[in-house]
C-alpha cells in the first residue's frame, strides 16, 4: 500500500475506522485478545434444565405438541433430513457435499484443509490460500439445517430430537471455547445460539435434552454471549454491515432468550441501544441498504422479523424508527421482486446466506421471507399460498400484528427513483427495468456503478455475474466484483474503481446526478457517475437510456470524457438467443465480439455464460430489442 492509497482508504473509510483497525491488530500481537477471551474459562451453570422446561416459553415457536399450526406433508423435509443424518449437507442452500457421519467441524470439504483446534481464534486466518474458503467450515456450524429438520419433524410427525442434540453437543465438545475456526466469527457464533434456540424450544419436551447436555449448552451459550459482547468493536466499526446488525440484535435479546444469565441485562441494554443505532444508519431513509447487495438485505429482513416477533412477544417491542426503517425496507426489496419466480436482481455481494430456512422455497426466491415481515408489520400475508405463508408461522404464529400501523404494499408500475441507495426502476407489464447510479458513503463491494439489469416476464435477459467467492484466486475474485461481470464500461482492463486487497476499493465511483424522465413514447433515464478517477482525476461516465414505451427495447448511449487516450469497452453480459444489439458510433456500426463470460447463481458455483463486447472511442449508442417468441 503506498501513500495515495493509504490516504485513499483513510479518505474512504474514516479516521475511526483506520484507528481500530490498528488497536485490533496490536491487540492481536500483544496477546490482549487471548485475555479478553480466555480458553478453558470457567463452567458457566445457571438453573436446571427441569427448570427452565417449567417455563413458559416466550420464544418465537412453542414446544412440538403445542404448536397449533397446519401440517402439511413435506417431501423435501424428509429427503433433507435423510441425507443430513446420513452424513450429507447442502451448502449455501445448492450444492450437496457427503461430510461423513462423524465430520469434526473444522475440516474444509472443498480443499480438504483441516484446521488447528488447538489454536486460539484469534490466530486462526480467515483468508488462506492453503485453507480455502472458511465459509466452507462455518456452513454447518451455523445450524441452519437443524430448522428444515425441525419443520420435517412437524409436518412429518417425526422425531430427531437424539439427533439435533446429538449434533448440539457433539459441536461442544469438538469445539473447545475460544479455540479454531468456528470461534473466529461473532456473526457465526450468534447465528449458532439462535439457531440452537428453535431446537430447544421446538424440542423442549423431548428426554433428548437431558441434564447433562442442558449443563453444556448453557455454558456454550454463555461464552459465546462475552465472546460477542468483548468483541462488538469489530462488527461495529471495522466490518460495520450486517454482521453488526446480527451481532447487536444477538446482545439486545439476550436478556429475552436467557434471563437467568445476570450479565445479559446489562449485555441486552447496550445492545438494544446499538442495534437500533445500526438499523438507523445502514438501512437509508429511502429503505435501501448500505451494503448494496439484495442477499445481504434479505439478511437484515430475516433479522428484523426474528428481532421483532421476539420483542413483541416478550412485552418490549423495539423503537417506532427500527419498524419505519423494516417497513421501507421491504417495500424496496419487493418493488424489486419478479412475481413469476420471486426472483430479485443478483446484484451485489451474494454469500448463500439465508440464516432461517423455513420454507421449501428456492432460495433465489424471496417472496416467503418477505411476506413474513410484511404479515407482522401490516398483519396481512403479500401471498396466499402455503408455501410462501409457512415461513411466517413460524415467526409471527404468536402476534396478530406488530404495534405499529402500516399499509399493505402495493407493486408500483413506471419510474420509481430510490436516491439514497442509488436505484432506479422501471416496472411495466411484461418488463422491468433495474438500474444503480448512487453515490458512496459506504464501501462498494462491486465495481457496478451504472450497472443495468433487464427482465422479461421473469427471464433475466441482462444479468448480474453475481460472487462466486469470496476466497478464490484473483483473478476470479476481480472479475466478479469488477466491472467486467456487470452491463456497464470499462477502460481498457480497468474497472471503475481500483481494486485493493480482500473487499476494499480505492478511488470511489460516485454519482453526479440522475433521473427519470417521461415522454409521450419513451422512458427515459439520465444518469453520471465520477469514475476512473485514479486514470483521471476529471474522469466521467454518463449513460443515457431509452426504453420504448411500444416495444422490448432499449437504447443506451454511454459516453466516456476525459479519457480520450484510452481504449473503452461496453459490456453487455447475456445469455438469452433472442436479444437483438446493435451498436453505432459517429453513425458507424460497430463490431460486437461475442466472449466467454462467467456467472454465479449461487455461492460457490461457476457457470460460463455468454458476453458481448462492443469496443468503442468515446460515445457509442447500443439498441438492445428482445424478440419476444410468444
Known sequence: MNLITSLQLLKNMGF???????????????????????????FKYFINCDTWKSNISSFVVNPKD??????????????????????????????????????????????????????????????????????????????????????????NDQDNSEYVFNQIEDWIDKNPINKGPNWRCSQEISLRIINWCFALHFYKKSPSLTESRWEKIQNVIYWSLHHVYHHIDFSR?????????????????????FPFIPETKLWSQKGRAWFEQEIDYQIYNDGTFLQFSMNYHRVVIQLLSFGIALSEINNKPFSKNVYDKAYKSLNFLYQCLQEENGFLPNYGSNDGALFFP???????????????????????????????????????????KSKYDFKKLEKKFGCLSFNDGGYYLLRENSSFTFI?????????????????????????ILRDSGTYKYNTDSETVSYFTGSASHNTVMVGKNSQMLKGSRFIWYYWSQSLGAKWIETQNDFVFEGKISAFRFLNKKAVHQRKIIKSKLDLVWKVEDE????????????????????????????KILDITDKSGLYSDYYGAKEHGNSKIIEFQDKVITTLKYKNEN
Open 16 to 42: 475511526r475506522y483506520v484507528k481500530y483497525r490498528i488497536r485490533h491488530e496490536v491487540e492481536k500481537r500483544t496477546g490482549k485478545l487471548k485475555k479478553l477471551h480466555p480458553v478453558n474459562p470457567e
Open 66 to 155: 403445542e404448536i397449533s399450526s397446519i401440517k402439511n406433508y413435506s417431501s423435501y423435509g424428509k429427503e433433507f433430513t435423510s441425507k443430513v443424518i446420513n452424513g450429507e449437507l447442502i451448502y449455501f442452500n445448492y450444492e450437496w457435499k457427503n461430510i461423513g457421519i462423524d465430520y469434526d467441524w473444522i475440516t474444509n470439504p472443498e480443499s480438504g484443509y483441516k484446521y488447528d483446534i488447538n489454536k486460539h481464534w484469534s490466530e486462526i486466518q480467515d483468508l488462506s490460500q492453503d485453507a480455502g474458503d472458511i465459509k466452507y467450515v462455518w456452513e454447518k456450524s451455523r445450524f441452519t439445517f437443524l430448522l428444515t429438520i425441525i419443520r420435517n419433524d412437524f409436518h
Open 237 to 257: 466499526i471495522a466490518v460495520r454491515n450486517n454482521h453488526a446488525i446480527t451481532e447487536t440484535l444477538m446482545l439486545s435479546l439476550s436478556e429475552l432468550l
Open 358 to 400: 423455513l420454507s421449501d422455497t428456492n432460495y433465489r426466491d424471496y417472496r416467503a421471507q418477505l411476506n413474513t415481515l410484511h404479515k407482522l408489520l401490516v398483519g396481512e400475508h403479500l401471498y396466499s399460498d402455503r408455501t410462501l405463508t409457512e415461513d411466517s408461522n413460524w415467526f409471527v404464529s404468536k402476534i396478530n
Open 436 to 460: 444503480r447510479c448512487g453515490n458512496h458513503k459506504d464501501r462498494p463491494a462491486h465495481a457496478d456503478n451504472l450497472h443495468v439489469d433487464i427482465w422479461v416476464k421473469g427471464i433475466n
Open 560 to 587: 466516456l470524457m476525459n479519457l480520450n487516450s484510452y481504449p473503452k469497452i461496453q459490456l453487455w453480459n447475456c445469455d438469452n438467443h433472442n436479444l437483438e444489439i446493435e451498436s453505432i458510433e459517429n453513425g
